[in-house]
Nanobody, 119 residues
Framework: QVQLVESGGGLVQAGGSLRLSCAASGLTFSNYVMEWFRHAPGKEREFVARIMWSGEITYYADFVKGRFTISRDNAKNTVYLQMNSLKPEDTAVYYC????????????WGQGTQVTVSS
């Protein structure tokens, strides 16, 4: 059974930092593109960042460029999202997702972790 389990969310003041983790099990992790999404109340779910299989290629939404960094450790089956210079508008539930390639359908989703940034 495949599981993606996010952790690391919490309450932080504006300008602060958090590091999210997404631990995967039940799949060959290195065969999957990993992505982070977020969903804020009253808004559509939105793409945050993507990291390709080996971790050498990454993509970011414009609103997080220069502030967030996605990385992965294939030996630990874990993808990370380092979030710096957090803003109140970053408040959302953050989800990780896995798919075989960037043109493939999303196969697996985590349950989400809440990030709240206070002003």
């Amino acid at each position: 059974q495949v599981q993606l389990v996010e952790s690391g969310g919490g309450l932080v003041q504006a300008g602060g930092s958090l590091r999210l983790s997404c631990a995967a099990s039940g799949l060959t992790f290195s065969n999957y593109v990993m992505e982070w999404f977020r969903h804020a109340p009253g808004k559509e779910r939105e793409f945050v960042a993507r990291i390709m299989w080996s971790g050498e290629i990454t993509y970011y939404a414009d609103f997080v460029k220069g502030r967030f960094t996605i990385s992965r450790d294939n030996a630990k089956n874990t993808v990370y999202l380092q979030m710096n210079s957090l803003k109140p508008e970053d408040t959302a539930v953050y989800y990780c997702a896995a798919r075989a390639g960037s043109t493939h359908p999303y196969e697996y989703w985590g349950q989400g972790t809440q990030v709240t940034v206070s002003s």
